[in-house]
C-alpha cells in the first residue's frame, strides 16, 4: 500500500492536537498540585532601592534583631481539572498535614495566609487549626479542600541559619502529592505564562509545522488528483432529444476531460429524436439478455417529455425544465402571437400573416418529424392535443412561394436553418438553439416571452421535462450511473443553464420538475 506524504501530515495533523488533549485533560490534568514561587528576597536586596528601607532591616524576633531577613510568597493551586479532597493527599489519614515546604539555610520566624480563593473555607488556616504550623525551617500545611483553579497565598518570614554561609538561599523545597496524580502525584511546579504555557507553545509550534508541510506537499504535488466520484470508467452511448443534444455534447466533452477512463463517443447522428432514442434504448436492452434484474450501465437516452405507455424497463430521471418557442423568418412581420392564433395557423383557418397583423405572406410550416419531442411537445401543451396539418411536401424546398404548406425537418438546427431561408416559415425549436441562431425570430404566446417565469405563472404553455431514460437499474459503479450524478453536480448544472434550461433540483418539486404553475 502507498502511503502519500501528505497523508502522513493529515494524520499527524489529527494525531497531535488529539494526544496533547487527552495527556492534559484526561492524564496529566486529572489530578494535580501546583506551587508557583512568587516572592524570595532577602532585605539586604532592597536596602537601597527606596527611602527608610532599613526599618525593614531592624525586623526583630523575641527582643532580637533578625539574622539577614528574607520574605517568601509561595501559591498553592488546584492545577488539574478534579476537585483535591482530604482524602486525595498522599499522607496518612490521621496525619493533619498534606503539604510541607522547607527553606533550606533559614529559619521560619513568620507565617500567614495573605490571600486565597472564595471557595476555600479559612478554617484551614486559623490559629491552632491541625495541619498549619511551623517548626525550624519547615512550614507545614493542612490538607485544604481545593476545588478546580481554586488556590491560597502563603507569606513567609524567615532569617539566616546560624552556620549557614553560602551567600544566596536555595530555592523552597514543596513536597506533597496526590492520589491518582500522574508522575507519582508529586505537587508540580507551575508558571504564569501571559500568552500561552510552554507546552502548548509547543503544541502550536508542532501544528504550525505539520500544516505547512503539509500546504507545501499539496502545492508541489502537481496535477496529479484523484478523479471525482462522479467519474466511471467504460463507454457511454447517449442518444435522443436533439434540443437536449447541445446540452448532452458539451456535458459529454467535459465529463471524458474530468474522468481519463471515461468515452462517450458522438456523431452527427447520435440524436435522432426523443422517440427514435427511446426506440434504440429499448432495443439494445433487449437484446442484452440482462438477468437477476440487472440494467444496462452503458447506454442512456434522453426524451422531451415522458415516454408512451408499453415500455416498462426503461425508467425515468427527470433532469430539466426545458423551454420551447415558435420561430418565424424576418418577413413575417409578427413577434407575437395569442394562443388562439397559434392554434388558427396550425389549423388551417390563417393562412396569411397579414390575417394576424403581419405581412402579406403566406404561412409556411416547417416541422419536425414524427417522433421529436419538440413537435409532440407543441400538439399537446400548445395545440390542445391537434396533431399537425398534413404535409404538402416531403421537401422543405418544394414549398410553393405564393401558397401555404407544410413540410417536415429531421433536426433542430435543420429546421433553425429552413425557417431561416424559407419566406413566411413558422417553425419551432428548443429556446437555447434558438436564441444563438440570428436568421429567426422568436414569437411570444398571448405576450410571453419563453422564460421560466413565464412557465411558473402559468401563462407561457411550451415547456416540457426533460427526462433520461435507463433500461432498468444501471450498477451504481456504471458510467451511466456516474453521467447522470455528473448531470446532476454543479458542473453538470451549469452546463445545463448555460444552454437555456433549468435544473430540476432548481425548482421547488424537483421529482416531478415542472413549473409551479403547470
Given at each position: 500500500?502507498?502511503?502519500?506524504?501528505?497523508?502522513?501530515?493529515?494524520?499527524?495533523?489529527?494525531?497531535?492536537?488529539?494526544?496533547?488533549?487527552?495527556?492534559?485533560?484526561?492524564?496529566?490534568?486529572?489530578k494535580?498540585?501546583?506551587?508557583?514561587?512568587q516572592?524570595?528576597?532577602?532585605?539586604?536586596?532592597?536596602?537601597?532601592?527606596?527611602?527608610?528601607?532599613?526599618?525593614l532591616?531592624?525586623?526583630q524576633?523575641?527582643?532580637?534583631?533578625?539574622r539577614?531577613?528574607?520574605?517568601?510568597?509561595?501559591?498553592i493551586?488546584?492545577?488539574?481539572?478534579?476537585?483535591v479532597?482530604?482524602?486525595?493527599?498522599?499522607?496518612?489519614?490521621?496525619?493533619?498535614?498534606?503539604?510541607?515546604?522547607?527553606?533550606?539555610?533559614?529559619?521560619?520566624?513568620?507565617?500567614?495566609?495573605?490571600?486565597?480563593?472564595?471557595?476555600v473555607?479559612?478554617t484551614?488556616f486559623?490559629?491552632?487549626?491541625?495541619?498549619?504550623?511551623t517548626?525550624?525551617?519547615?512550614?507545614?500545611?493542612?490538607?485544604?479542600?481545593?476545588?478546580?483553579?481554586?488556590?491560597?497565598?502563603?507569606?513567609?518570614?524567615?532569617?539566616?541559619?546560624?552556620?549557614?554561609?553560602?551567600?544566596?538561599?536555595?530555592e523552597?523545597?514543596?513536597?506533597?502529592?496526590?492520589?491518582?496524580?500522574?508522575?507519582?502525584?508529586?505537587?508540580k511546579?507551575?508558571?504564569?505564562?501571559?500568552?500561552?504555557?510552554?507546552?502548548?507553545?509547543?503544541?502550536?509550534?508542532?501544528?504550525?509545522?505539520?500544516?505547512?508541510?503539509?500546504?507545501?506537499?499539496?502545492?508541489?504535488?502537481?496535477?496529479?488528483?484523484?478523479?471525482?466520484?462522479?467519474?466511471?470508467?467504460?463507454?457511454?452511448?447517449l442518444?435522443?432529444?436533439?434540443?437536449?443534444?447541445?446540452?448532452?455534447?458539451?456535458?459529454?466533452?467535459?465529463?471524458?476531460?474530468?474522468?481519463?477512463?471515461?468515452?462517450?463517443?458522438?456523431?452527427?447522428?447520435?440524436?435522432?429524436?426523443?422517440?427514435?432514442?427511446?426506440?434504440?434504448?429499448?432495443?439494445?436492452?433487449?437484446?442484452?439478455?440482462?438477468?437477476?434484474?440487472q440494467?444496462?450501465?452503458?447506454?442512456?437516452?434522453?426524451?422531451?417529455?415522458?415516454k408512451?405507455?408499453?415500455?416498462?424497463?426503461?425508467?425515468?430521471?427527470?433532469?430539466?425544465?426545458?423551454?420551447?418557442?415558435?420561430?418565424v423568418?424576418?418577413?413575417?412581420?409578427?413577434?407575437?402571437?395569442?394562443l388562439?392564433q397559434?392554434?388558427?395557423?396550425?389549423?388551417?383557418?390563417?393562412?396569411?400573416?397579414?390575417?394576424?397583423?403581419?405581412?402579406?405572406?403566406?404561412?409556411?410550416?416547417?416541422?419536425?418529424?414524427?417522433?421529436?419531442?419538440?413537435?409532440?411537445?407543441?400538439?399537446?401543451?400548445?395545440?390542445?392535443?391537434?396533431?399537425?396539418?398534413?404535409?404538402?411536401?416531403?421537401?422543405?424546398a418544394?414549398?410553393?412561394?405564393d401558397r401555404?404548406?407544410?413540410?417536415?425537418?429531421?433536426?433542430?438546427?435543420?429546421?433553425?436553418?429552413?425557417?431561416a431561408?424559407?419566406?413566411?416559415?413558422?417553425?419551432?425549436?428548443?429556446?437555447?438553439?434558438?436564441s444563438?441562431?440570428?436568421?429567426?425570430?422568436?414569437?411570444?404566446?398571448?405576450?410571453?416571452?419563453?422564460?421560466?417565469?413565464?412557465?411558473?405563472?402559468?401563462?407561457?404553455?411550451?415547456?416540457?421535462?426533460?427526462?433520461?431514460?435507463?433500461?432498468g437499474?444501471?450498477?451504481?459503479d456504471?458510467?451511466?450511473?456516474?453521467?447522470?450524478?455528473?448531470?446532476?453536480?454543479?458542473?453538470?448544472?451549469?452546463?445545463?443553464?448555460?444552454?437555456?434550461?433549468?435544473?430540476?433540483?432548481?425548482?421547488?418539486?424537483?421529482?416531478?420538475?415542472?413549473?409551479?404553475g403547470?
Amino acid at each position: 500500500m502507498n502511503v502519500s506524504w501528505e497523508s502522513v501530515a493529515a494524520v499527524l495533523g489529527l494525531t497531535v492536537p488529539v494526544v496533547a488533549a487527552l495527556w492534559e485533560f484526561v492524564l496529566a490534568g486529572r489530578k494535580r498540585l501546583g506551587y508557583r514561587v512568587q516572592l524570595d528576597t532577602t532585605i539586604r536586596d532592597s536596602a537601597a532601592s527606596g527611602p527608610e528601607t532599613t526599618v525593614l532591616q531592624r525586623m526583630q524576633w523575641d527582643g532580637t534583631n533578625l539574622r539577614d531577613p528574607s520574605v517568601v510568597l509561595l501559591r498553592i493551586e488546584n492545577a488539574g481539572w478534579s476537585p483535591v479532597v482530604a482524602g486525595d493527599y498522599v499522607a496518612p489519614a490521621n496525619d493533619p498535614v498534606g503539604i510541607t515546604i522547607a527553606f533550606p539555610g533559614r529559619r521560619v520566624v513568620g507565617m500567614t495566609v495573605t490571600e486565597r480563593s472564595p471557595q476555600v473555607p479559612p478554617t484551614f488556616f486559623v490559629p491552632g487549626a491541625e495541619g498549619f504550623e511551623t517548626t525550624g525551617r519547615v512550614v507545614k500545611l493542612p490538607k485544604v479542600i481545593l476545588n478546580r483553579r481554586a488556590h491560597y497565598k502563603v507569606l513567609a518570614v524567615l532569617e539566616r541559619e546560624e552556620g549557614f554561609t553560602e551567600p544566596e538561599f536555595p530555592e523552597p523545597e514543596v513536597t506533597a502529592g496526590v492520589v491518582g496524580g500522574v508522575r507519582g502525584g508529586n505537587i508540580k511546579k507551575t508558571a504564569y505564562y501571559p500568552f500561552a504555557s510552554r507546552q502548548v507553545r509547543w503544541l502550536l509550534a508542532a501544528l504550525i509545522v505539520v500544516s505547512a508541510t503539509q500546504s507545501a506537499l499539496t502545492f508541489a504535488g502537481g496535477d496529479d488528483t484523484a478523479a471525482p466520484l462522479d467519474c466511471a470508467a467504460g463507454t457511454l452511448h447517449l442518444s435522443g432529444s436533439t434540443a437536449f443534444a447541445p446540452v448532452l455534447r458539451e456535458a459529454a466533452e467535459q465529463y471524458e476531460r474530468t474522468c481519463p477512463d471515461a468515452r462517450i463517443p458522438l456523431t452527427a447522428n447520435s440524436f435522432k429524436g426523443s422517440v427514435g432514442g427511446l426506440d434504440t434504448l429499448a432495443a439494445t436492452g433487449a437484446d442484452a439478455h440482462l438477468t437477476g434484474g440487472q440494467g444496462l450501465g452503458n447506454r442512456l437516452s434522453f426524451s422531451d417529455g415522458p415516454k408512451s405507455d408499453g415500455r416498462p424497463q426503461l425508467l425515468p430521471r427527470p433532469v430539466a425544465l426545458s423551454l420551447f418557442t415558435l420561430v418565424v423568418h424576418e418577413d413575417a412581420g409578427v413577434r407575437d402571437l395569442s394562443l388562439k392564433q397559434v392554434r388558427d395557423i396550425y389549423a388551417g383557418r390563417v393562412t396569411n400573416w397579414s390575417q394576424v397583423k403581419g405581412n402579406d405572406v403566406p404561412v409556411r410550416l416547417v416541422s419536425r418529424n414524427p417522433g421529436s419531442g419538440t413537435r409532440t411537445t407543441l400538439e399537446k401543451q400548445v395545440l390542445a392535443g391537434r396533431a399537425l396539418p398534413a404535409v404538402t411536401t416531403a421537401d422543405c424546398a418544394g414549398l410553393a412561394p405564393d401558397r401555404p404548406g407544410r413540410c417536415e425537418v429531421g433536426g433542430t438546427a435543420t429546421l433553425l436553418d429552413t425557417v431561416a431561408s424559407t419566406p413566411g416559415a413558422l417553425g419551432h425549436s428548443e429556446v437555447g438553439a434558438a436564441s444563438a441562431h440570428e436568421g429567426v425570430r422568436q414569437v411570444r404566446i398571448d405576450g410571453y416571452p419563453a422564460t421560466l417565469e413565464g412557465a411558473d405563472e402559468g401563462a407561457y404553455p411550451y415547456w416540457q421535462t426533460e427526462i433520461a431514460y435507463t433500461y432498468g437499474e444501471p450498477p451504481a459503479d456504471s458510467i451511466a450511473a456516474g453521467f447522470l450524478r455528473y448531470l446532476a453536480d454543479e458542473v453538470g448544472k451549469d452546463v445545463i443553464r448555460s444552454k437555456g434550461h433549468r435544473p430540476c433540483s432548481e425548482l421547488d418539486k424537483p421529482l416531478l420538475c415542472r413549473p409551479d404553475g403547470a
